[in-house]
Structures are given as C-alpha cells and as structure tokens.
C-alpha cells in the first residue's frame, strides 16, 4: 500500500489559506502562497478550458468570483487567466501557474469538477502535468464518471473520493467507487460518523480527510472519526484545536 502519512500530516487549507474572501480570496496564488509559507497543505478546485487546460475556480459559472457571465468551458485558458477574482489584483490561476507557486513546499489536494459533455480530457491532462511534478500530490473527486478515469489517465498518482451524506443510497454508492482503486476518502465532517468512513479506516487502512471545518464542533468530529481536516477561517496552529 502506497505511504499518504504526507496527506494527513498537516491541516488542508481549503481552496488555499483565503480570508473569507474579504482581502484574499479562495484559489488564488495569494492563497496558496499564504498557506505555503505556513506550512499547511493546499486543497483546490480544477475545472477544463474550452482548450483542455485546467485552470483552478470553484464554480463552473465564473459570476460570483469575477464578476462576469458565462461558463468556464466557454473560455480559453488565456482568457480565464485575464480575469481578475473578486475585485482584487488576483487573477484567475491555471494549475500549472499553481504547481509551479508551490514547487513542493507543501503537498497539493487538487478537486476535479466534473461537467458532464465538457470535461473530456480533464483528468487526462491533470494526470500528465502531476506526472511531472516533484512535489505530493493528490487526487479527488464527487464526480465517479471521472473517478473511474483516475487509474487509466493519472496512474501512481493517489486518488480519493469526495463525499457527503448517510442516507443508504448515498453511502451505498460510496461504497461502490472502492472498485476503483481509490486511495483516500475526503468527507463531509458534519456527516460523521457513518458505516462507509468507519470500514474504510478501519478495515482498509484508508485515510480520511474531511471538509469543510469551520469551527471547534466540525474539528472535534475530524479527529474522533477521521484523521485530518480541510478546514478554513481560522488558522489551526494559531488556535487550540483537537
């Protein structure tokens, strides 16, 4: 079984080490250079260009973060790049920009956001650029259509499953995409706990990671049940935690 000690080593700066999106927003460089120099992993969200590069927002429509209308598969990788997020000198980051920021300093958790009949070639291409990559990196997704794709398209690079939920259907679900070699599981911490993160810690030895922790009951929950957090607003080495 491959070592992720790495993955859990350190709290996972949501979306990048942001302010709430008041001076420095979510899935910038700004953020990522802020947890970097901190020494928090970074966790972020990766959508495909029209021209099959991956750039890194959240949304798949670029209003709330630019300001503008539109999709992001509508837009070219030079375009999204152009825009500016929130107001601010920031622009919209390509991962590569991202990999290159971070060179290393601090492992990587990149989120890849399915849209269906738009994200051909989206794992493909994250698969082929954390292939060269020198630092730890990490796959994940709520999106089992691209999950399936992890094995064939970014093989030897550790892919989790995103997920929420304890309703049957859900964690029947959840329990099916072990088919698929995943090696890690990033869960809701308010949906702890429940009989699929319990089997795979348990049973398989598979770390879990969880999102999004806000505050002292969502980090209580992490640690009795999983094994590292995602969290944001606050910064946890600056705060009593666990």
């Given amino acids: 079984m491959t070592d992720l000690s790495w993955l859990t ?12 999106n008041k001076t420095r927003w979510e899935n ?9 120099e901190r020494g928090y992993a970074i966790e972020c969200d990766v959508h495909l260009s029209s021209d099959r590069i991956p750039v890194i927002i959240h949304d798949s429509d670029l209003k709330r973060l630019t300001g503008q209308d539109g999709f992001v598969w509508q837009r ?4 999204m790049t152009a825009l500016k997020i929130g107001g601010t000198s920031d622009r919209l980051p390509t991962l590569q920009q991202a990999l290159d920021l971070v060179d290393g300093r601090v492992p990587v958790v990149i989120e890849l956001k399915g849209v269906p009949a738009r994200d ?3 794992v493909e291409s994250v698969g082929k650029m954390l292939k060269n990559y020198r630092g730890k990196a990490a796959i994940m997704s709520f999106d089992h259509w691209l999950i399936r794709d992890f094995p064939k398209h970014a093989p030897g690079i550790p892919g989790g499953l995103t997920a929420y939920g304890n309703e049957v259907k ?4 959840h329990f099916a995409m072990l088919a698929h070699d995943i090696a890690f599981t990033s869960y809701a911490a308010g949906d702890l706990p429940n009989r699929f993160v319990s089997f795979v810690r348990e049973r398989l030895k598979m770390p879990v990671i969880t999102w999004t922790v806000l505050d002292q009951p ?10 590292q957090m995602t969290f944001e607003g606050f910064e946890p ?6």
């Fill in 76 to 79: 070219t990788a030079a375009e």
């Fill in 237 to 242: 080495d600056l705060v009593q935690v666990a």
């Fill in 120 to 122: 051909e070639g989206l």
């Fill in 28 to 36: 910038t460089l700004s953020a990522f250079a802020a947890a970097a």
């Fill in 218 to 227: 969502a980090v209580d929950l992490t640690f009795r049940y999983a094994d």
């Fill in 9 to 20: 080593a350190r709290p996972i700066a949501h979306r990048g080490l942001h302010d709430m």
């Fill in 170 to 173: 859900l964690i029947e679900a």
